[in-house]
């Protein structure tokens, strides 16, 4: 199970640290983790993701040099550090476990978390 939380309303410019907690019977050192958002009348879409010890960090043209995932496998929670927050950035944010090496493809992905939304104001 994953719980995103982390998600408000911001100015641009601003900066916002989602968290997602795992819990369960898989140990959360074995999965990779990513991050996907879902804009208003978009589809959804890559965000970032990480490996499952927490190198090799890979990440969305549109976010690369503002965002920074990171993880710490102790407190089984992985963070998506969000800077310089743009009007564009605003979507739900998912974050999701995989343990068949997804990257950007969703559907390689096992488990999802509920989702928090993050707005961004102009």
């Known amino acids: 199970q994953l719980q995103a939380s982390g998600g408000g309303l911001v100015q641009a410019g601003g900066s916002l640290r989602l968290s997602c907690a795992a819990s369960g019977r898989r140990a959360f050192s074995t999965v990779a983790m990513g991050w996907f958002r879902r804009a208003p009348g978009k589809d959804r879409e890559f965000v970032a993701r990480?490996?499952?010890?927490?190198?090799?960090?890979y990440y969305a043209d549109s976010v690369k040099g503002r965002f920074t995932i990171s993880r710490d496998n102790a407190e089984n929670t992985v963070y998506l550090q969000m800077n310089s927050l743009i009007p564009e950035d605003t979507a739900v944010y998912y974050c999701a476990a995989s343990s068949r090496g997804g990257v950007q493809d969703a559907s390689l992905y096992d488990y999802w978390g509920q989702g928090t939304l993050v707005t961004v104001s102009s």
């Open positions: 990480i490996n499952r010890s927490g190198g090799t960090p």
